[in-house]
């Protein structure tokens, strides 16, 4: 994938939070399940498109599920065709990405940008 650096949010995650919906267009739903959302979106600011993903781990105790939702840049419809072949899984592996992270449903979150891990030498 690429590194959107033109993207105010590759700087400025944190400009995303408190609601993120504002930020783009939604350009097409791909997948529209329980517990699992897949999108094509446009940042309203530079243009740059992204893959978003929503994915919810149900915990059966009366709400404040788990998630993660993921904004992964894209170039080309054949990046959306290769992510979309993607396990949710999978997509924990694609680098770089913005991420909002929940993992216990209740605490404050704050969007971050994953990285690959650095080799150890």
Same mark, same amino acid.
């Given at each position: 994938?690429?590194? $959107?650096?033109?993207?105010?949010? @590759? ?9 993120? @919906? ?11 399940? $329980? ?19 929503? *994915? ?14 993921? /904004?992964? $840049? ?7 065709? *290769?992510? /979309? ?7 924990? *592996?694609?680098?770089?990405?913005? #991420? /909002? ?9 704050? @969007?971050? @940008? #994953? ?7």
């Amino acid at each position: 994938m690429i590194n $959107p650096i033109q993207c105010r949010y @590759w700087n400025e995650p944190e400009a995303l939070n408190g609601g993120y @919906w504002g930020a783009f267009d939604r350009l097409r739903h791909i997948v529209d399940e $329980p517990h699992l959302d897949r999108m094509e979106l446009r940042c309203k600011e530079c243009g740059q498109h992204y893959f978003y993903e929503f *994915t919810e781990e149900v915990n059966f105790g009366g709400g404040g599920d788990p998630y993660i939702i993921s /904004l992964i $840049p894209v170039r080309s419809e054949d990046n959306i065709q *290769t992510l /979309l072949e993607t396990s949710v899984l999978g997509l924990r *592996t694609v680098f770089p990405r913005l #991420q /909002l992270s929940n993992t216990d449903g209740k605490s404050p979150h704050e @969007w971050a @940008w #994953q990285h690959a891990p650095k080799a150890v030498q």
